[in-house]
């Protein structure tokens, strides 16, 4: 009952964690290009191309300017959340700042560069007033929505029940800014003699709880508050915890060890020691998120021909719809719905994958044992991208039922759904390493996620680069691993 009731009153603030980062630096990246392009055109517009020196020092000018508003408006505080939620003082302080910095720009280019038109400061005030009015108040109104949803703040997960969980409770609760809240509290332990009575928070469940309750509403940071002595409970807390998508950290406040400073991290006063990070998160995760939807677009485009010729030569050769739909482990172990031209014959489509394709399989038709060599049955899923559902690089997402040796894969691999710590991808690390196509053994499903963790750990944009330019490669070099 208590875990239903955790899960009901988690659903309500089930929204994704929104990085104040990602929408400061969005904010930031929006003021810097405004306001180099409005100082630079307000020089053009005042003649400075007539004199070659000029130019060059307007060229100069424009993007340094807007690199000092962006400094002060930061020293400033005006892209805090707080300060970007207040639609008044957020326009009224920034548009001074930046009208300020404009006459300071005017009057020592008139001094010390060239002659400059009263113009340029009066289209510089104006221009900017209206940037301020225009992106300012929009962006409060969605700012002091999604705070008050609770978009901004970290969900903790207190594991622990004890006096050592309610000595970091209370610290945490002395931290004055509003920017988490602690959900509950997750302990194996039943002995009433250990645990402690803590005011406001109770225990919800187990750490087998914690892990389904993650992947049922949003948790972002778990906080370990057993002692480190103790070593056996805390290697086993950890094997359970290291598989899900969240931070994961040791309360340091109660060890007699201390470390250096730079080794804890802090909420507040409360000392923490890094264990697991999110794989993605943060400015990382949008990052990815908006190179997979631009790139999906832009395929998507290119490859329509080939798509329609693709669903036309399946429907032409069996009776049946073009698209085959698979239920799929996703992000967080959640259920998605994949998309691919469908390669066997409707009566006998296997929608679980109960059983793997093997060479000549005669539920194959010949269309279908084309796409799957080549991959175009899975140009569908970059619909799935486009929704959110994919990414085009991670681990490729794999079917409930799926099967090695007649154990299902979380069975034969020790930590297999740490694969699942990111969204899933159209092609992936261990694809073009040569791990593509059947896993009927033991060895192949390994060496999978072996690979698939090594990419979650090794990240970054040009890796996703280098495996979407090598995965053409790798289908020609490897077309007998795929039937």
Known sequence: MAMADSMHKGSLSNNKL??????????????????????????????????????????????????????????????????????????????SVVSGLGIVVYLFTNWALFPLDWSWLQYWLLGTLGYFALTRFPAAAWVSEKAGQGAFRKRIAIVGSDA?????????????????????????????ERTVSIPGHRKIGSIADLAEHARAARIDLVIVTIPQFAEDRLLNMLKKLWELPVDVRISGHSNKLRLAPEAYTHIGDLPLLSVFNRPLGGWSSFVKALFDRVVAAVMIVAFSPVMAATALAVRFESKGSALFKQKRYGFNNELIEVYKFRSMYTDRCDATAAKLVTKDDPRVT????????????????????????????????????????????????????????????????????????????????ENRVKYDLDYIERWSIMLDLYILAMTPVSLVANKSNAY
């Open 18 to 95: 929104i990085d104040p980062i990602v929408v400061q630096r969005l904010v930031k990246l929006a003021d810097f290009g405004f306001l180099c392009v409005l100082s630079l055109a307000l020089f053009l517009a005042a003649g400075v191309r007539s004199e070659a020196n000029n130019f060059t020092a307007a060229a100069f000018i424009a993007p340094f300017t807007s690199f000092i508003c962006l400094y002060v408006l930061r020293g400033c505080w005006l892209y805090t959340v707080r300060a970007l939620s207040q639609p008044v003082s957020s326009f009224a302080a920034s548009w």
């Open 164 to 192: 050592v969980a309610e000595q970091a409770i209370n610290i945490l609760q002395r931290t004055p800014d509003n920017s988490f809240e602690i959900i509950g509290l997750f302990d194996d332990r039943n002995d009433p």
């Open 366 to 445: 010949r269309v279908g044992r084309f796409i799957r060599k080549t991959s175009l049955d899975e140009l569908p899923q970059l619909f799935n991208v486009l929704k959110g559902e994919l990414s085009l690089v991670g681990p490729r997402p794999h079917a409930t039922q799926a099967k090695a040796q007649d154990q299902l894969y979380e069975e034969v691999v020790e930590g297999y759904f740490g694969r699942h710590k990111i969204k899933p991808g159209i092609t992936g690390w261990a694809q073009i390493n040569g791990w593509r196509g059947e896993t009927d053994t033991a060895d192949k499903i």
